[in-house]
Nanobody, 125 residues
Framework: QVQLVETGGGLVQAGGSLRLSCAAS????????LGWFRQAPGKEREFAAA????????LYAHSVKGRFTISRDNMLNTVYLEMNSLKPEDTAVYSC??????????????????WGQGTQVTVSS
């Protein structure tokens, strides 16, 4: 079992920045593929970013590329999502997810086995 706990959400004005953190426990962190997803009210959960454990490659949704950065600290067992130039449409509950092996596409929620509880990000206009 993997436990994931997100922190760092909050209210920010458009154009501002936030950094989300997700602390993991219960598995060898260095061998976890990690992702960030978000879900706005009335919408389906959508992929934001992912980072692979084997080569450190980062992957982004088109809507956040160039504004969001995913990174990981293997010493702290933590994955981060740095969000810059935030827009009102970025408002959502952000959740981190983990899976040992990508058996499906990295941008599908069904690919991931473990999820955090989520943290709210609200961007005001």
């Amino acid at each position: 079992q993997v436990q994931l706990v997100e922190t760092g959400g909050g209210l920010v004005q458009a154009g501002g920045s936030l950094r989300l953190s997700c602390a993991a426990s219960g598995h060898t962190f260095t061998r976890l593929n990690l992702g960030w997803f978000r879900q706005a009210p009335g919408k389906e959960r959508e992929f934001a970013a992912a980072i692979r454990w084997n080569d450190g490659a980062t992957l982004y949704a088109h809507s956040v590329k160039g504004r969001f950065t995913i990174s990981r600290d293997n010493m702290l067992n933590t994955v981060y999502l740095e969000m810059n130039s935030l827009k009102p449409e970025d408002t959502a509950v952000y959740s981190c997810a983990a899976v040992a092996y990508f058996r499906g596409s990295y941008d599908l929620p069904t690919t991931y086995d473990y999820w955090g509880q989520g943290t709210q990000v609200t961007v005001s206009s």
